[in-house]
């Protein structure tokens, strides 16, 4: 049973560019969330999507945007890209269809804007 | 808004020694509290949860209980080993979202 995959591992990126991140959840997930993770913080909560819409969303600009594919897999896509920017991009997913479950992460894109 | 709060680390034990990080929270509600574990250069990994008051989690040797009055969420484990070096995460979800709140993570280093 493969667990959540994200692509790409590793990303460099030029101030002002724009960025999309993939994500593939867990087999048998509905929902999708994204969270940024700073060198030496927690992960900070971006948006989530379900039925291939965003559910809820963090304090992000709306330079940080989404989307949830008919399979259940999702983007997400970063514009005007700022040095702050860089950071690891956490994909988690789970199934609401039953109510709150348990939040699976991928590894991870390691994103740097230079 | 809800919040975590976790001790602040690094924390560098010896093999074998007890173990404590505490989390205490704020939040409306009655959330469920998590612990997630990051190794290097990986992702995160629920290490053990509870979602009601009074509740224990344990999973490998770690347990954390759910105490309402004190909110709190502390991680312990009676011996630590090299293999449990790690960052360590307190995290809640609540108020009907199931987005995560995390605290700022705790180091952990182990030496044998």
């Known amino acids: 049973d493969a667990g959540v995959t994200q692509s790409p591992t590793h990303l460099i990126k030029t101030r002002g560019q724009q960025v999309t991140l993939r994500c593939s959840p867990k087999s048998g997930h509905d929902t999708v969330s994204w969270y940024q993770q700073a060198l030496g913080q927690g992960p900070q909560f971006i948006f989530q999507y379900y039925e291939e819409e965003e559910r809820q969303r963090g304090n992000f600009p709306d330079r940080f945007s989404g989307h949830q594919f008919p399979n259940y897999s999702s983007e997400l896509n970063v514009n005007a890209l700022l040095l702050g920017d860089s950071a690891l991009y956490l994909c988690a997913s789970s199934f609401l269809g039953q109510g709150q479950s348990e939040q699976y992460f991928g590894p991870g894109t390691r994103l740097t804007v230079t | ?112």
Not at chain 2, 79 to 100: E, H, N, P, R
């Open chain 2, 1 to 112: 808004g809800n919040s975590v709060t976790q001790m602040e680390g690094p924390v560098t034990l010896s093999e074998e020694a007890f173990l404590t990080i505490n989390c205490t929270y704020t939040a409306t509600g009655y959330p469920s509290l998590f612990w997630y574990v990051q190794y290097p250069g990986e992702g995160l990994q629920l290490l053990l949860k509870a979602t009601k008051a009074d509740d224990k989690g344990s999973n490998k040797g770690f347990e954390a209980t759910y105490r309402k009055e004190t909110t709190s969420f502390h991680l312990e484990k009676g011996s630590v080993q090299v293999s449990d070096s790690a960052v360590y995460f307190c995290a809640l979800s609540g108020g009907g979202a199931q987005k995560l709140v995390f605290g700022q993570g705790t180091r952990l280093t182990i030496n044998p």
